[in-house]
Each structure stands twice: as structure tokens, then as C-alpha cells.
Nanobody, 122 residues
Framework: QVQLVESGGGLVQAGASLRLSCAASGRTFSSYGMGWFRQAPGKEREFVAAISWSGGSTYYADFVKGRFTISKDNAKNTVYLQMNGLKPEDTAVYYC???????????????WGQGTQVTVSS
């Protein structure tokens, strides 16, 4: 079983940048797809971005294209989400997720982290 721990969230002003990190441990060899989701108060959890084990394939939700970048460092067992040009509507708890493939992490994540809060002021 893989364990995921997010970090890097915080309080920033609109237009600022943050980089979230997701450190994985345990049976990481079985987690071929990794991704990020977010959930704002009163709203459903929504998909943000996903990446394959090799890092060669990525997928983004339309609302973050051109602003967010997902990447990974397999040597460090860490996945990142670089967020630029943050907007107040990006305010949410951001969760790291893992599954057997990039397709599965988008539609049926197997493992979740505890989440990290991102707050963007107006």
C-alpha cells in the first residue's frame, strides 16, 4: 500500500505562485499514475492534473491549462504541482492521489493523501 503526504499549501494573493509536493512511500512500484484533485467548501472534489509513472504523459483540467504544471521526480518518490497565476477561485484543499495508470487516477483513484490548504485572497 502506498502512503501519500502533501505539503506546500498556504495563503497567497491573486497572481502569486505556489508549488505543492506529494511524497509517496510504501509500495510505490504499484502506483503507475499520480494526480492532483481539489475540493472547495460546499463543492464536489474535482480533478486537476495527472501524470504517468514515466512522466511522459500528462493531463490537465481545462480550468488550469497554461497556469498549472504537474511533474515528478521518481528518485525522490515525489510528485509536484506548480501553480502560477493563482486566482481566488483556486482556493481549495488540494489532494494527491495514486492509481494503477494515468487513466485510472483521473476516474478512480486508489489512494489519497490528507490534503493541503491553498487560499488565494482577492
Amino acid at each position: 500500500q502506498v502512503q501519500l503526504v502533501e505539503s506546500g499549501g498556504g495563503l497567497v494573493q491573486a497572481g502569486a505562485s505556489l508549488r505543492l509536493s506529494c511524497a509517496a512511500s510504501g509500495r510505490t512500484f504499484s502506483s503507475y499514475g499520480m494526480g492532483w484533485f481539489r475540493q472547495a467548501p460546499g463543492k464536489e472534489r474535482e480533478f486537476v492534473a495527472a501524470i504517468s509513472w514515466s512522466g511522459g504523459s500528462t493531463y490537465y483540467a481545462d480550468f488550469v491549462k497554461g497556469r498549472f504544471t504537474i511533474s515528478k521526480d521518481n528518485a525522490k518518490n515525489t510528485v509536484y504541482l506548480q501553480m502560477n497565476g493563482l486566482k481566488p477561485e483556486d482556493t481549495a484543499v488540494y489532494y494527491c492521489a495514486a492509481a494503477g495508470s494515468i487513466v485510472l487516477v483521473r476516474i478512480a483513484p486508489k489512494t489519497w493523501g490528507q490534503g493541503t490548504q491553498v487560499t488565494v485572497s482577492s
